[in-house]
C-alpha cells in the first residue's frame, strides 16, 4: 500500500529547531519529487518545499534561508529541518508525493510559542 | 508567482443541486508538452487534501463522476452535477507549471443548505 507517514512535530519555542520526518511506503522517495505542503490554523493551503528526483530542491519565499528538505535513501524517508522557527510556522505540515498523484500524509502539528 | 483566484469563497447547496467554482491564474498555465497543470483538491474536515481532478479534467482514482473540470489557459471550473452531503468541505484548486512556488488558490467552503 502507497502510503506517507508525517511525524516530528510538536510544540516549539520561538527560535527554536524541529526536524520533521515522513515515512513512505509502497514506492520510493527518490524516484519522485516529493512536496512539503503546509496550512496554519484556520488558513487555506501553502506550499512549503520540494525536492526532486535529481536532488534539486526548491523552498518558498517564507521559509527560505530557514528550512531544508532533503531525503534518506535507505529509509525511505524525507525530511524537514526546521530552524529559527516563528510564531507564523505554526501549521499542520503534510508531506505529498508529486502533489499531483493524490498521494499526502496524514500531517504532523507544529506549534511555535512561548 | 502565478496568482490563483477562486470564486466563490463560500457556496451554501441544496442536495441534488449542482456547484461551480471558479479559478482564474495569473498566467496561463499551458506548458509547452501541451499539458495544462492545473489540479483540483478537496478538503473534508480534520483530513488532508484528497485530489479529485488532475490536468484540469481528468477524474482522479474513486473520484465520483458527479465531479467534472474543465477549462483552459487561465480560466477553470470545478462543477458538482449534484451535490452530495458527503461533498462538504473546501475545495483548492492549485498549479505547478510554475515552480518556484507551487500555488493554491483561496479555498472555496461548500456547505450543505
Known amino acids: 500500500e502507497v502510503q506517507l507517514v508525517e511525524s516530528g512535530g510538536g510544540l516549539i519555542q520561538p527560535g527554536g529547531s524541529l526536524r520533521l520526518s515522513c515515512a513512505a511506503s509502497?514506492?520510493?522517495?527518490?524516484?519522485?519529487?516529493m512536496s512539503w505542503v503546509r496550512q496554519a490554523p484556520g488558513k487555506g493551503l501553502e506550499w512549503v518545499s520540494v525536492?526532486?528526483?535529481?536532488?534539486?530542491?526548491y523552498y518558498a519565499d517564507s521559509v527560505k534561508g530557514r528550512f531544508t528538505i532533503s531525503r534518506d535513501s535507505s529509509k525511505n524517508t524525507v525530511y524537514l529541518q526546521m530552524n529559527s522557527l516563528r510564531a507564523e510556522d505554526t501549521a499542520v505540515y503534510y508531506c505529498?508525493?508529486?502533489?499531483?498523484?493524490?498521494?499526502w500524509g496524514q500531517g504532523t502539528t507544529v506549534t511555535v510559542s512561548s | 508567482d502565478i496568482v490563483m483566484t477562486q470564486t466563490p469563497l463560500s457556496l451554501s447547496v441544496t442536495p441534488g443541486q449542482p456547484a461551480s467554482i471558479s479559478c482564474k491564474s495569473s498566467?496561463?498555465?499551458?506548458?509547452?508538452?501541451?499539458?495544462?497543470?492545473l489540479y483540483w483538491y478537496l478538503q473534508k474536515p480534520g483530513q488532508p487534501p484528497q485530489l479529485l481532478i488532475y490536468?484540469?479534467?481528468n477524474r482522479f482514482s474513486g473520484v465520483p463522476d458527479r465531479f467534472s473540470g474543465s477549462g483552459s489557459g487561465t480560466d477553470f471550473t470545478l462543477k458538482i452535477s449534484r451535490v452530495e452531503a458527503e461533498d462538504v468541505g473546501v475545495y483548492y484548486c492549485?498549479?505547478?507549471?510554475?515552480?518556484?512556488?507551487?500555488?493554491f488558490g483561496q479555498g472555496t467552503k461548500l456547505e450543505i443548505k
Open positions: 509502497g514506492f520510493t522517495v527518490s524516484n519522485n519529487y
Open positions: 525536492i526532486y528526483s535529481g536532488g534539486t530542491t
Open positions: 505529498a508525493r508529486n502533489l499531483g498523484d493524490g498521494v
Open positions: 490536468e484540469v479534467s
Open positions: 498566467q496561463s498555465l499551458l506548458h509547452s508538452s501541451g499539458k495544462t497543470y
Open positions: 492549485m498549479q505547478s507549471i510554475q515552480l518556484p512556488p507551487y500555488t
